[in-house]
């Protein structure tokens, strides 16, 4: 394909404007459709960034005959259908994590990809952030072998407000949602299945009805172990903190930044093109696409992590 990638993108939020700050910087792709749940706001972004239709409804953008491709950012609960329609209405697709938040969502968008053989990927960031390409090229290169990973995804999130500090539509999960980053990027960079995984939580939240502290254990096939301490209580900085404990180094990650043990920053502005982990993940969508090929962190990859979360959802329900 070497004509332009037309793209529409559901979800005008957050992290759907990390996406279009993220496209402006790719050659050869323009969004052409906007669809969120409030028209106002919709338009209002859709005009800044120069998209002429916009939509609350996600079927007016897979009508549209010139969509190539949709990258959907809606909330977690809507994703396996939404995956699932794009994929029938003839439309490459990139959902951004998770998948789906039952096993049977994620199994089924798997199954419909394979049998339409279109390009359905998901936002496994974690995969593409410089950072964690860093240590992978040293895993890679033999350089590196992972003996533990101590992972700390924290949030102070006791109101139901996404990223922005704007109220949210949907409650997020520290299971489906935030333990899959770590989850699948342990496997991914251990180059080996999970084998054992373990999980406990803390109390339910009286409104927002889920745990809100959560502490998972991983250990993969080559003898790796992880440790996953996740929180929507920590007053602190949001986000993650990946420690990669191997036998020549330790590493530090935050995103797109990568320290030593000793917290000496390491450059890794040479690792990929961009330093935005976002983009490169966009750059990948439309790379396989154009290349008539599997992505990194295609929905057939990264099922196994699903797969993971499902098993540990049962012990939390058991």
């Known amino acids: 394909m070497s004509k332009t990638i037309k793209v529409a993108l559901a979800g005008a939020g957050a992290f759907g404007i990390k996406h279009l700050d993220g496209i402006k910087n790719i050659d050869g792709v323009e969004v052409v459709s906007l669809i969120s749940r409030d028209l106002d706001k919709t338009r209002e972004v859709a005009d800044k960034y120069g998209i002429k239709h916009v939509s609350t409804d996600l079927a007016d953008a897979l009508a549209l005959p010139e969509v190539d491709a949709v990258i959907l950012c809606t909330p977690t609960q809507m994703h396996a259908e939404q995956t699932l329609a794009c994929l029938r209405a003839g439309k490459h697709v990139q959902v951004e994590i998770p998948l789906a938040d039952t096993l049977k969502g994620a199994g089924d968008v798997v199954a419909l990809q394979k049998q339409t053989g279109l390009v359905a990927m998901c936002g496994h960031t974690r995969r593409f952030n410089p950072s964690h390409q860093y240590v992978n090229q040293q895993i890679t290169a033999g350089r590196f072998n992972i003996l533990q990973m101590d992972v700390q995804t924290y949030f102070f999130r006791r109101t139901n407000t996404n990223a922005l500090g704007q109220a949210r539509s949907w409650t997020d999960h520290l299971l489906w949602h935030h333990a ?54 920590n007053d602190g900085p949001l986000g993650t903190h990946f420690r990669y404990i191997g036998d020549t180094a330790t590493y530090q990650a935050r995103y797109d930044d990568l320290f030593t043990g000793k917290e000496e920053k390491i450059d890794v502005s040479q690792v990929a093109v961009s330093m935005n982990g976002i983009e490169l993940q966009d750059r990948e969508f439309f790379a396989a696409i154009r290349e008539g090929r599997e992505p990194n962190s295609s929905v057939g990859k990264v099922l196994a992590c699903y797969q993971v979360l499902h098993q540990l959802e049962q012990q939390l329900n058991g």
């Open 180 to 233: 899959a980053h770590t989850v699948d990027l342990f496997a991914y960079q251990c180059n080996s299945p999970i084998v054992q995984a373990n999980a406990v939580q803390g109390p339910i939240h009286p409104v927002l009805g889920i745990a809100m502290d959560m502490s998972i254990q991983l250990k993969a096939a080559s003898g790796a172990i992880c440790t996953l301490s996740l929180s929507f209580n």
